[in-house]
């Protein structure tokens, strides 16, 4: 039961049935703060970059199984 | 690889539109939203595509996809996909051909990017949300 209530208030999800989390919003607003100092341009090569770390990660997970 | 995808996407999309086979085209999608939001992973490349006139057929003969037309009352025209290969692993794109009125809507005030060396179209926020792409 306790082990519930520490996950549910670890919780940075925004579901409607979860316990709002100061935390939660302010890691979420940290990480819009940061977007808003980049150009278009370096947002759009970040998300490349992500997405070439996110493939890779899925191939060598995918051998795994 | 997926620097690498998009500078070939955009010399196919050149090509072709120099060739007349498509009027104009602009990113959309999660790499679309990751320029003007908070950057983050996706999984392929969607294009709005104009056409005019241009048969989409054949553009996506030329592009090395495969044209699917919506139905009567799907909201979408037309879909081109293409499966391309970087570096051994396939990537894939998505051209999106909309109804007349919202391909003129979407072109409209389209903003111009500098990335690794490519100048990509990228279709602006309002618009994203219009789409909802």
Redesign the interface.
């Known amino acids: 039961m306790k082990a519930k209530s520490t996950a549910a208030s670890l919780s940075l999800g925004r579901n409607a049935s979860r316990r709002p989390s100061k935390l939660g919003d302010m890691l979420a607003q940290k990480k819009i703060d940061e977007a808003r100092r980049l150009t278009s341009e370096q947002r759009l090569l970040i998300a490349l970059e992500l997405s070439d770390a996110a493939a890779a990660l899925h191939r060598a997970c995918s051998k795994k199984r | ?3 690498e995808a ?1 500078a070939e996407i955009l010399l196919r999309l050149e090509t072709a539109q120099s060739r007349g086979l498509l009027s104009r085209y602009a990113l959309i999608g ?2 679309a939203v ?10 392929d490349f969607d294009f709005a595509i104009a056409l005019d006139q241009a048969d989409p057929q054949a553009l996506a003969t030329f592009i090395g996809g495969r044209y699917q037309v919506g139905e009567p009352d799907d909201p979408l025209r037309g879909v081109v996909t293409v499966s391309i290969e970087v570096e051994h ?1 396939p990537i894939s794109m998505q051209l999106v051909c909309f109804p007349s009125p919202l391909t003129e809507l979407t072109f409209r005030h389209i ?1 111009m ?4 060396e490519c100048t ?1 179209p ?1 279709v602006p926020w309002p618009m994203l949300i219009i789409l909802k792409l």
């Open positions: 690889m997926f620097q998009l999660g790499f990751s320029a003007w939001g908070v950057p983050r992973a996706t999984q692993e903003e990017l500098s990335v690794l990509v990228v």
